[in-house]
Every structure is written in structure tokens, then in C-alpha cells.
């Protein structure tokens, strides 16, 4: 727990300048206290002994001598002082009960106390529980206690307030960063963490522009690219059957598929406006692939009974799924391929696994980056040019969903999980 505090203290902002707060307030209260004792303990005390003394000749000199009980008590219910008198004819105390006999410092008591003509000793002091310090009611120490407190939630809540913009900075700045313009930071304020906000924006702003014009250029380009192609590859076929026939062939396919990627990841680029969703029965569509495109190629399928039907776009779905059995059946060394659908929550999770070697534990955190290729044995000619994860990726962050990949001891599993949106 102690740990858990320590590490919010060091990365919380408003806690620290809270600690500051309470620090100045602790450390300007002890100075103050500090600098008036010392003022009261000396200055003032060598400017009241004489003002003191004076006054206390003139209540002895009422009193008389012998001194007078009865000018006494008069004297103890007007002002809130303690008497006490000593001597041969008359012994009497105001306050029997507490016996204050004045301060404790004895500079001060020979200070309050005279001394009669006829020989008695009058001892003056202050009554302290006549003047209320005494009989301060118990709770009073607790109010103030509890004005602390409030004083402290009070700084607490004007500093949560004051640094407010810093969250929606923060959650601007993470929705921006996953590519995600299409809400722009609240600026609420007119000082320095407002200003912040509106750079910010401006910088999101300038980088969508940015991103939109290397987008339509690559588009662009991809686009003019497929013509020529088309044609290099209609050239091709009219050539004469042999190796570089088919070599060529193979090059020329390989630059439409790439080009066809290319575009198509463009286009989930731009997230669920690219998605053109209708009702999807997941069973039907696994089997369906599997044994059109996929059959006899040894791929064992598990397929959990009454899966929901979901909203999602059919074709996006059969491209995602058609790169993890590529990816599983090219990588797998000849191993089978297990296609597994389950129920998962309020969803479903597809997971596609092989038995191959796997792939190296430091390269599984930069799969689904294009172009991408985790090792040498996985090269353009046994593995693509890198582009399958990453379009499964795209494929299911359009969709709301996750793409997670792991070591499965032999081989790769990649779990494909999205939840359920019933038709």
C-alpha cells in the first residue's frame, strides 16, 4: 500500500503542490508562533513590568493595611485576578479551591507580589479559569481539527479543478496517438494550460493534414500503378510457356497483391467508415473458407455451438481470416492448423493456431507493423513481403475489436476477439 502511495505521489501533479500547500502553511503558522513568543518573552514583557508594577502599588494601597477581605473579594469580582494574602492578622485566599498563586516563572511571582506596611504578603495573579482559557469546552480543539481537514479537501478539490485540463490534454494526446482525430481537446480555460490545448490542437491538425495528403498520394500512386500492370501482366500470358514465363508471372502477381494491400489498408486506415456491416454468421463463414479455399490442407476446426450473429463486414472478416491460415499453413513447417471459435464474454474470440517453430520472443511485439518480416527464413519468397498481420490488425481495430498473438509451445496462436453485436 505504502509503495502504491509513494508511486502516485511521485506522478501525481496536484498531490505534490497539495504537500507544498499544507508545507508553507505549517512552516508560516510555526514562524509566526515563534515569532510572537519571542516578542511576548522579551520586548513585550520588559514593556509591561513597569505598567504592572504601578498598577499592582496602587491595588495593593486599596486593599490597606492590614488588608481588607472585603475590598478583596470587590476586587476579585470586578477584574479576573487571583489574591492571596499571608500574614499576622489576616489569611485569606481568593481561589482556595485552585490556589493560583500567578505564573510560574519567579522573576515574574517576586513581580506580583507587595508587601504591607504592617508586615502581610500579598500575592497577586491572574485568574485563569475566570477568564475562560481553563473551561474552554473540550470540542474546541476538535473544530479546529476538523477546520484543517476541510481547509486541506478545500485546497485538495481548487487544485483537482485548477489542473483539470491536464486529464483532457492527456486523453486528447492518447486518442491522437492512436490515430484517432475526430474529437478535438476541450479547451476550457483561458490561461497557460488553455493555450496548451489549443497547440495541441493545432499540432493534431497540422499531422491529420499531413497523414490525409501521404494517404491520397499513396492511393494515387497505387491506383495508376494497377494499369500498367494489368497490362505488363496481358503481355506475359501471350508469351511462350517456360521459366521466365512463369517467373514473371509470379513477379507481376506478387506487385498487384502488394499494390491491392496497399490500397486496402488504406482504406481501414480511415477505421469503421470503411466497414460496410451487415449480419455475419461466423460458422458459416469459417467453414465456408475452409472448405472452398482451404480444403485438404490438413486445418482441424473447433467450432463452439450457438455463436451470435454479429454485425461486421463479411468480406473484411474472410481477409482477415484468410491471412492467419496463409500466415499459419506458410510458417507452420507442414503442421496441422487449428481453428478454434469460442463464446467469450458478451462476444467471441477466433483463434488460429500452427505448430511450427514460433516466432523469436523479441520480435512478437513488432507484428501487425507493415512490412515487417520477424526473420530471414521469412522472406518475400516463403513469406510475403509483410503486410498480412498488419492488415488483420487494421481488420480488427475497424471493427472494435482486438488482434493478440503469442508463443504457444510449438507454434504461434493469434486470437482474433470481438464482441457480439446482435442482428
Do not use: K
Amino acid at each position: 500500500m505504502s509503495g502504491g502511495w509513494a508511486h502516485r505521489l511521485r506522478h501525481s501533479l496536484q498531490a505534490r503542490l497539495v504537500l507544498v500547500f499544507l508545507a508553507l502553511a505549517l512552516g508560516t503558522t510555526l514562524l509566526f508562533v515563534s515569532a510572537t513568543r519571542e516578542l511576548f518573552s522579551t520586548g513585550w514583557r520588559e514593556l509591561a513590568r513597569p505598567l504592572v508594577a504601578d498598577y499592582l502599588d496602587r491595588l495593593s494601597a486599596d486593599l490597606g493595611s492590614p488588608p481588607d477581605v472585603a475590598r478583596a473579594q470587590a476586587l476579585v469580582q470586578r477584574l479576573p485576578l487571583s489574591v492571596r494574602i499571608d500574614g499576622p492578622q489576616v489569611q485569606w485566599t481568593s481561589h482556595p479551591q485552585r490556589d493560583r498563586h500567578g505564573p510560574r516563572d519567579p522573576e515574574w511571582r517576586d513581580a506580583l507580589e507587595r508587601r504591607s506596611a504592617d508586615g502581610h504578603r500579598i500575592r497577586f495573579g491572574l485568574d485563569w479559569g475566570g477568564a475562560g482559557w481553563q473551561d474552554r469546552p473540550r470540542w474546541f480543539g476538535w473544530a479546529m481539527l476538523a477546520a484543517l481537514l476541510a481547509l486541506t479537501a478545500g485546497a485538495w478539490a481548487w487544485v483537482r479543478l485548477l489542473l483539470r485540463p491536464l486529464g483532457d490534454i492527456q486523453a486528447g494526446a492518447r486518442r491522437y496517438g492512436d490515430g484517432d482525430f475526430s474529437q478535438p481537446i476541450p479547451q476550457t480555460r483561458q490561461d497557460e494550460l488553455g493555450a496548451l490545448a489549443a497547440q495541441v490542437n493545432a499540432m493534431a491538425t497540422s499531422l491529420q493534414h499531413m497523414l490525409a495528403g501521404q494517404r491520397g498520394l499513396l492511393l494515387a500512386i497505387s491506383h495508376e500503378l494497377r494499369s500498367p500492370l494489368t497490362r505488363a501482366r496481358l503481355h506475359a500470358e501471350l508469351l511462350d510457356d517456360g521459366a521466365e514465363r512463369a517467373a514473371l508471372l509470379r513477379d507481376l502477381g506478387q506487385m498487384r497483391d502488394l499494390i491491392s494491400d496497399l490500397l486496402e489498408g488504406e482504406r481501414l486506415a480511415g477505421g469503421a467508415a470503411a466497414l460496410q456491416r451487415e449480419a455475419v454468421d461466423i460458422h458459416a463463414l469459417v467453414q465456408d473458407l475452409v472448405d472452398g479455399s482451404f480444403a485438404g490442407r490438413g486445418i482441424t476446426l473447433q467450432l463452439a455451438p450457438g455463436m451470435p450473429l454479429v454485425q461486421a463486414d463479411r468480406s473484411r472478416l474472410q481477409l482477415l481470416l484468410r491471412n492467419l491460415l496463409d500466415n499459419a499453413l506458410r510458417h507452420g513447417a507442414g503442421t496441422p492448423v487449428q481453428v478454434q471459435a469460442v463464446a467469450q464474454g458478451d462476444g467471441w474470440c477466433l483463434r488460429v493456431r500452427d505448430h511450427g517453430p514460433g516466432v523469436d520472443p523479441a520480435a512478437l511485439a513488432r507484428l501487425g507493423e507493415p512490412f515487417y518480416r520477424p526473420d530471414a527464413a521469412r522472406s518475400r519468397g516463403a513469406g510475403g513481403v509483410g503486410l498480412g498481420l498488419y492488415l488483420c490488425r487494421l481488420v480488427a481495430q475497424s471493427h472494435g475489436g482486438t488482434l493478440q498473438w503469442r508463443n504457444a509451445a510449438p507454434g504461434l496462436e493469434v486470437s482474433f476477439c470481438l464482441p457480439a453485436r446482435p442482428a
